[in-house]
């Protein structure tokens, strides 16, 4: 039974409705708590709000625009509106975990039949620090006496005590095989709303899943983290899907809260623009993330990098082919000449051996190339129609042994002169974001004898990552020593050039007359 004091609470709630900063400003008690007395209000916030005391700036800048937002929306109840998507990259100690619990106490409490769920990169995150927060800040709230938060081992859930089924926010844990628990969240008469603490941990899948509760109601998500990795749904949403989503970036420096001196010492220690500055600091994805293998920065210089015809021209022409039978992946044909690469031609999922067999030959003529080498995976069948032909290709095994001790296979070992290339003034084409997405999504796995280890394709896909069939590509031209042929030398040499090779496909196949390919039978 809902008493009369509710009821006129309730009332009072209605008011901030857009309102979540003017909700976190009546809803806590920071004129009469000591323990809420950390951070004094800034312009223009001091002179709207009576209290001395309230959030940090940057925080009352987020919740201030969160409501320009929902205003702008004017949900109604009924017609669904646009997704709200805010994502947030900082330092360290700036006090994200405390806005993740104003806005599920705002969210819960001004929006009867709200369904919330919140995660984090690791359970540890997830039930010690960022569900901690929630169950922190409800209980200091106006409105906490609404609410049952649980916590501790078991199901970590708030809910509304008289509507328990209907009106919750519950926490998951991120692993992918618990992403079914991020989907059939919908709320079409009030927020279905996500939250992510330490978002650049949290797996592709998990935000996928999640888009299907944003599409009915008055959907919202939010991302908050320290942008560790150069890959992934975090990374994205700052930069090729940033048309979708509102971002800011917090540095520690600017936040009343964080330790200036320790700041200091790590800035001293390290340099301003080092990745640890850069990401514990500054709120900036790094150059080198954590577990990246090629450097952000030697890709950047590599994109697009102008190379004079004096600078590649003497080297070896090396046609390579990493083929795909799978999935989404693409079939890649690709040209190393010296510091120069390019892709000269890509296709669906190959299964015609002899078609690609075919257009490997025509390039290989065409641009007069000193090596072929195929990616063993799918290539045999393509290299032995190359056999059939008079074409002399080699294929490489990537889990074969590394001519490099230092690197487990020979993958890691074409990955390893790949980096090493584009430090050296390798240059990649300026158009082909898909290959220096690649090239700085390829991860390590941490070995205890320190060999390179590249974590496994399956792994990447787990990521939510296509197969880096571009790299791999270009990873082929360095699988053995290529020396570039003395064609003036070689006899016949340019009646092979003029060769057609469909010339003698067709009975070297067996094929009949009317062209009829028996591998297609």
Known sequence: MVNRADLQLADEVARFYADPLGWVMFAFEWDTDPALQLVELQ???????????????????????????VKAHAFDGVHAVDPIREAVSSGHGVGKSALVGWLVNWIMSTRPFAKGTVTANTMGQLSSKTWAEIAKWNRRSITG?????????????????????????????CREENSESFAGQHAASSTSFYIFDEASGVPNIIDEVSEGGLTDGEPMKFAFGNPTRNSGWFFDAFHKRKHRWSTRRIDSREVQITNKKFIDEMIADYGEDSDIVKVRVRGMFPSLSILQFISTADVDAAFGRHLRRGQYDFAPKILTCDPAWTGEDELIIGLRQGLRFEILRTMAKNDNDVHVATVIAQLEDEHQADAVIVDAGYGTGIVSVGTTIGRSWHLAWFSASSPDAGCLNL???????????????????????????????????????????????????????????????LGLSFAIPVVKKNRLHIPGAKASREHNPYDNLASALNTDSRGHDPYRS
């Open 145 to 173: 006496h609404w609410f049952e938060v649980s916590t501790g081992k078991g199901a970590m859930r708030m809910v509304h005590k008289e509507h328990p089924e209907e009106w919750f926010c519950s926490a998951q844990t």
């Open 43 to 69: 312009a223009p916030y001091d002179q709207l709000y009576s209290s001395k005391y309230g959030p940090d700036k940057w925080a009352c800048d987020f919740l201030s625009d969160l409501g320009e937002k």
């Open 411 to 473: 993958r890691a070992y074409m990955v390893k002169q790949v980096r090493d290339w584009l430090k050296s003034g390798g240059s990649i084409p300026g158009d082909d974001d898909t290959l220096y997405n690649e090239l700085i999504a390829i991860e390590t796995v941490p070995r205890f004898d320190g060999k390179i280890q590249l974590e496994s394709k399956e792994d990447m896909r787990r990521r939510g990552l296509q197969s880096p069939n571009r790299l791999d590509a």
